[in-house]
């Protein structure tokens, strides 16, 4: 069975929008979504959560990667995508490699 994934954001790096800095929206949360992280470390993290989650982070780093972004341009992830609970990654731009 074949899966059609249509995802579309708003280009938010500085260089595409001419502002100063750059930046990410995040509109495509509908407030089901589960995430959590385990390990880190001396152990090889483990990300868990169900599929709302897991589509929401795919999409979170398809939007990074497939922007403009500078090197070191970074974006916390919290558990659950909810802002007060703890902070369980961050994802990073490196196009120094």
Same mark, same amino acid.
């Given at each position: 069975?074949?899966? +059609?994934l249509?995802f579309? *954001?708003?280009e938010?790096s500085a260089?595409?929008? #001419?502002q100063?800095? /750059? !930046?990410?929206?995040?509109d *495509?949360?509908s #407030?089901?979504?589960v995430l959590?992280?385990s390990?880190?470390?001396d152990?090889? =993290? *483990? ?5 709302? !989650?897991?589509?929401?982070?795919? +999409?979170s780093l398809i939007?990074?990667?497939?922007? /403009?972004y500078?090197?070191g341009y970074?974006?916390?992830i919290?558990e659950? *995508?909810?802002?007060?609970? =703890?902070?369980?990654m ?6 120094s490699n």
């Amino acid at each position: 069975m074949k899966k +059609k994934l249509i995802f579309e *954001f708003e280009e938010g790096s500085a260089k595409s929008t #001419g502002q100063r800095w /750059d !930046g990410m929206t995040t509109d *495509f949360y509908s #407030g089901d979504e589960v995430l959590q992280v385990s390990g880190g470390g001396d152990t090889v =993290p *483990f990300v868990s959560g169900n599929s709302a !989650g897991l589509v929401a982070l795919g +999409k979170s780093l398809i939007q990074i990667g497939m922007s /403009d972004y500078r090197n070191g341009y970074h974006v916390h992830i919290y558990e659950d *995508f909810i802002a007060d609970k =703890p902070e369980i990654m961050v994802i990073g731009v490196n196009s120094s490699n």
